[in-house]
């Protein structure tokens, strides 16, 4: 079983800092992909960062210059330092990951339950 932990949420203050964490911990034989996607409310779930295993990115437009993604692949472990936040930001943030449970099968998509983010005006 493999679960996706995210930590970091809260509240704060527009102008002002969140550094979210991811673990992935379980049965997992390989992740390729990690990064986060946003919900906020009324609105569909969109991509906010995501990481490759070789250390490519891709960013939401709207979090350019704000946003940094990073990730350590020994501990399995996906971040985003989220600076300048605004209070379009507040969302729910899920941590993703595309990763192998068994060697030889396809990637599979993953997510974590979220962690709330609110950017106070």
């Known amino acids: 079983q493999v679960r996706l932990v995210e930590s970091g949420g809260g509240l704060v203050q527009a102008g002002g800092s969140l550094r979210l964490s991811c673990a992935a911990s379980g049965s997992i034989f390989s992740i390729y992909a990690m990064g986060w996607y946003r919900q906020a409310p009324g609105k569909q779930r969109e991509l906010v960062a995501l990481?490759?295993?070789?250390?490519?990115?891709n960013y939401a437009d709207s979090v350019k210059g704000r946003f940094t993604i990073s990730r350590d692949n020994d501990k399995n472990t996906v971040y985003l330092q989220m600076n300048t936040l605004e209070p379009e930001d507040t969302a729910v943030y899920y941590c993703?990951?595309?990763?192998?449970?068994?060697?030889?099968?396809?990637?599979?998509?993953?997510w974590g339950k979220g962690t709330l983010v609110t950017v106070s005006s």
């Open positions: 990481m490759s295993t070789s250390g490519s990115t």
């Open positions: 993703y990951a595309d990763l192998k449970v068994v060697r030889g099968t396809d990637p599979m998509h993953y």
